[in-house]
């Protein structure tokens, strides 16, 4: 394991957030970590907050105790459990920008975030700052879509083109895999445009599996005529997958599954955390 890992959680005190703060305190307990959780200032979301709260006075001050109450809440259930660390700071600026800076300046490990919420995500899910997030980061990026909360994973689906990189992602999945006891099911949805038969695919299993040394992996090729996005949405389904896992370079299986016109058409698929590597 990683010595010094470190967590990243922007946190914006909405539903989604306080989500995500619970999955990154979870997964840091396991990495043994530092937890930064990261506030971008938006006067909008002060007025509300402080509105609901009844608060009339200086909302900077307002913001800065309500992280401070996060801090110790996190700091009160997760260091007895392996959490190191978890302290939080406040940085001016566009929050896209803002977070890929912090988290490469304090040499992240990873980013825990959540998403803006279900109808937002799938009407327009590049446009959301989460996914903007995951195309600029050179940071892993955990995605925690809105009203799921923390659950042990039973089973891990990383989809997988077979690239040269899988070689050491996948050794990044075995070790998350192995702090909760998961399957990995390591999953090639193959379609009319990037179709391999059974023999290519033995091959590349054959090339991949002495880099996972871990006994709960099953290798799967699955056919779908139309989309990949779609074909992995159904695996997903039907063997109950609880977290998905994708390698994404800048511009690449990421931006081509998530389309506006086939993020409609899912909805499984994203009410399921995501977690997008980045630095295989």
């Not at 992240?108 to 959540?114: C, K, R, T, Y």
């Not at 880099?211 to 139309?226: A, G, M, P, T």
Request: hydrophobic fraction near 40%; charge should be neutral.
């Amino acid at each position: 394991m990683k010595e010094n890992f470190k967590i990243v959680c922007p946190v914006d005190f909405s539903e989604c957030s306080l989500n995500a703060v619970e999955y990154a305190a979870r997964l840091g307990e396991k990495y043994r970590a530092d937890l930064i959780l990261i506030h971008v200032p938006d006067k909008d979301d002060y007025q509300k907050l402080a509105a609901a709260d009844g608060h009339g006075g200086d909302q900077y001050a307002f913001i800065q105790k309500k992280l401070e109450s996060l801090v110790q809440t996190v700091i009160e259930e997760s260091l007895s459990k392996g959490l190191i660390s978890c302290q939080s700071h406040i940085k001016e600026g566009k929050i896209v920008s803002t977070v890929v800076d912090f988290a490469n300046d304090n040499n992240a490990d990873l980013i825990v975030m959540g998403t803006e919420g279900v109808n937002e995500f799938k009407n327009n899910y590049i446009g959301t700052k989460a996914s903007k997030i995951v195309t600029r980061s050179s940071v892993d990026v955990f995605v925690i879509p809105r009203k799921v909360y923390f659950k042990p994973p039973r089973k891990f689906v990383y989809a997988t083109d077979y690239l040269e990189e899988d070689k050491v992602a996948v050794q990044k999945i075995v070790e998350l895999a192995g702090f909760f006891d998961s399957e990995i099911d390591v999953v090639h949805v193959s379609s009319k445009e990037t179709s391999i038969d059974k023999s290519l695919h033995k091959t590349m299993v054959e090339e991949l599996s002495p880099f996972i040394k871990y006994e709960k992996v099953n290798y799967v090729l699955k056919s779908y005529r139309d989309e990949p996005g779609l074909g992995l949405e159904n695996y997903l389904i039907t063997a109950k997958g609880d977290i998905l896992v994708t390698l994404s370079k800048k511009k690449s299986w990421f931006e081509n599954v998530f389309t506006n016109n086939l993020s409609k058409k899912m909805s499984y698929f994203i009410n399921k955390p995501l977690l997008v590597l980045k630095r295989a």
